[in-house]
Every structure is written in C-alpha cells, then in structure tokens.
C-alpha cells in the first residue's frame, strides 16, 4: 500500500524532537525586534533542504523571511498547501509558568512552552509529513508545498506576501496547521477591527458649552454596539460551527493624541470595535452596518464627527463545502490515518487562512494539533499523541488530494 509506505516513515520522536527544537528558538516579534522570525526560519529552511525539497526563501520584511518548500510539481495536478507560522506570541510573566516558556520540557505526554501548539507543533507535522512522502519515494501527481510564513500574530504579512508568488498563485487548496485537536474546521470567523475617529472641538472643562466634547459621541457610539450587533446577526448565516458576530469594543481613548487633562475638553477620541463575523455579508454590507452605527452615534452629539476605517482591511469569514475534494481528502485522511471518524468543526478566530481564501479563492481546511483554547495562554503545550496523528493525516490527505 502506497499510503502505509508514507504513514510508516512518520516517527513520533523525530517528530517531537523536531517540535522542541522550533519552541526553543523564541520566536516572539519584539516591538523593538531584538528576535523575530529570523533564526526560526532558518531551522526550518536547512531542515527542509536537508529532506530535498525545493527551497525559496522571501525576505517579506527585514529579518522575516517566509520559507517556503516544495515537493512535486503540479504539471497538470493540483497544488495543496501545508501551512504555519513561524512567529509566536510574547510569553508573558515567565514565573507564571510551570516549565520555562522556551524550553520545550517534556512532561505527561505533553510539549509545553510558547508556540508549542501556536503552531511549531503544526508546522513540525507539516514538515515530517513532506519529509515522510519524500522519503517513502511515493509519486505525487501534482505539488505539495509547505509554507512557514511570518508575522501571523499581527499583521498577516507573510500570508499576503506569499499570495503574490508564483507557487502561491497556482496552489488548488490549503490545510492550515493551526491548533483545532485535529477537527476538520469546515468554517472561520472572520474579523474587521474599526478603528473609529471622533473629533469634536477643544474647551475648558468649565464652559463645555463653547466646545464640542467627542467623549459624549464616544458614550453615544458604545450605546449602538448592541445594536449593530444584533443586525450582524441577522445578516449573517447560521453557522453549526461558530459563534454568532459579536462586536466588542477593545480600546477607548481620549484625547486620541496626547495627554489628557482634567480642565480640558479633548477635541478628539478613538474607539476600536473588534467585529467577529460569521459567513454571509460582503464588504459593502458589512461596512454599511459600521457607517450606519457611526451616523447614529453623530446624530445624538452635534457637532462631533464620527468616522471610521477599517485596521488591515476586511478579513470576512470563510467557509469551505463538505462537498469540496479537499474536504473528502481531509476526512478520509482522518480515518485513514488514526483509524476514528473526522470530527468536523470551525475555528473561532481568524487565520493567515482568511488571507488565503480571500486573495486565491481556494478552498482551505484548518486542521492541527493542540486545544482550541490553549493559544496565548501561560503553560501551553501539545499532547504528543495528537502531535502524531496530526503529521499522518498530513501525510493521507496530501496523497488523497494529490
Ligand atoms: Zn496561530
């Protein structure tokens, strides 16, 4: 059996030693970039050439490269996509954790440490699955890439970039790694940070009659959020996976500039809603909704201007049909693989998947080891277990869809 040559060459410890080496490389984006993706990435790069995969390196912004490794090629195949990221979250207060964030202890069947399941773990199954095909000498009828692309905590930037090269622009379909304890995440929820601008006009605090206060606007804004809520709900689909939109609003800040003081009326504020969506709405209906609760919120404080604008673009909602290929390939892969039935779910937040979906068209699978709610959190790990049944469903799926 074609498939039971590449699932033998998967090995477990290969694979956690491979998970440790990557959690201890800290790979958190400073804001004063003393890390970064760099020294990580360069792992992954030798690595991979060392398995004889095809190697390109993208300088996406100084010190962060994308590697991305590819085995095959798509002739008249199709192109899958293994995808993770190299740059983790900051650690923290490391007296909070049990084991050292970076140091990858090994403990109850379980990686811990900063990244370990968001997603070194991911990418290290990404990477033995290539790697365990390659060596099986199994012929794929078409293009497996791995991509371990930058910067996902923040801005997507490796996610965008890699959308603009050659071998991104053929790919057919995409599994993202990120941590779902294995479940085939048909749907994600997508996201739009609106950042809103309030300007009224200075004043003394004693004569607020001769200015125009944005802190009142700000409290008429808040007072919509229930609301616009509600209507995104209504225009968005029922999801069997996910949650509901929800609006919340995550920064409120007056003056906008500056310092604040207590006789002064500011002439500006800011406000962010952190809007979750579900599949559904376009942009234009999306944005209409903001605008509308903008309008309302300059309509109970006169004078006052309320604007906003989205942070990163739009990043709408994905979803993918249980009738896709891709799909099957992920689901069969699961019960080949592991010998269970797949579990289908959606993943709550978003991911550089988004970016895919929305720049390629593709479909896209999320699909990794690690609990769903364990990104970000102190005394994160992987269980080993789900570690290995992660990188044999890589492997069945890539040789199902390929
Ligand atoms: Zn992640």
Known sequence: MILDAALARVDQSELIELTRDLVRIPSVVRPDRSAGEGEVARYVERWLRREGLAVEVHEVAPGRPNVIAWLGDKGSGRSLLLEGHTDVVTEGDPSEWRHPPFAAALADGRIYGRGAADMK????????????????????????????LVDEEADMLGARHFCTTPIGRELDAAIICEPEQNEVCLEQRGVVWARVAIRGRMGHGAMPEASVNPIGAVGALLREVPALERRLRRLCRRSRYLRPPTVTPTVVQAPALGIGQSNVIPSSARVVLDVRLTPGPDHAEVGAELDAACRRAMARCPGATVEWEPVNGFRLATRV???????????????????????????????????????????????????????????EYVDTGELFDAARIYVAAALNFL
Do not use: C, K, W, Y
């Not at 199954?125 to 199994?138: C, D, H, L, P």
């Not at 579990?343 to 978003?350: A, D, T």
């Not at 080891?369 to 364990?374: A, E, K, L």
């Open 121 to 148: 773990g991911g990418l290290a199954g990404a990477m033995i699955a290539a790697a365990a095909i390659r060596r099986s000498g199994v012929p794929l009828r078409g293009r497996l890439v791995v991509g371990a």
């Open 321 to 379: 049909e249980r009738r896709e290929p891709l799909v099957s390939a992920v689901a069969t892969g699961v019960r080949q693989a592991t010998g269970r039935a797949p579990r289908f779910g959606g993943v709550p937040g978003s991911t550089d998947g988004t970016i895919l979906r929305m720049s390629l068209g593709i479909p896209i699978v999320t699909l990794g080891p690690g609990h769903r709610q364990i990104p970000h959190q102190v005394n």
